[in-house]
């Protein structure tokens, strides 16, 4: 989920790609790092995503209100 990731997941994860760039030459080791912590930073964000989602919607009409909120 690209959309709506907070700023806190984005800066970290530019800061290490840029760290990757500046580096002459990077390991795959490295690379590895940067990455998990990316899809760290989109996991967090997407689970906060997901509950601040459930907060905002009725259990009788869950489905109906995720299907629209995607769309």
């Not at 760039?21 to 689970?47: H, K, Q, Y």
């Not at 489905?63 to 909120?69: C, F, G, L």
């Amino acid at each position: 989920m690209f959309f709506l990731r907070p700023r806190a997941t984005c800066w970290g994860h530019h800061l290490l790609f840029s760290l990757l760039a500046v580096l002459s030459e990077p390991t795959p080791s490295l690379l590895a790092v940067v990455i998990s912590a990316d899809n760290l930073g989109a996991g967090f964000a997407t689970s906060a995503f997901i509950a601040y989602l459930s907060s905002l919607t009725h259990r009788a009409y869950t489905a109906t209100q995720y299907a629209r909120s995607v769309h």
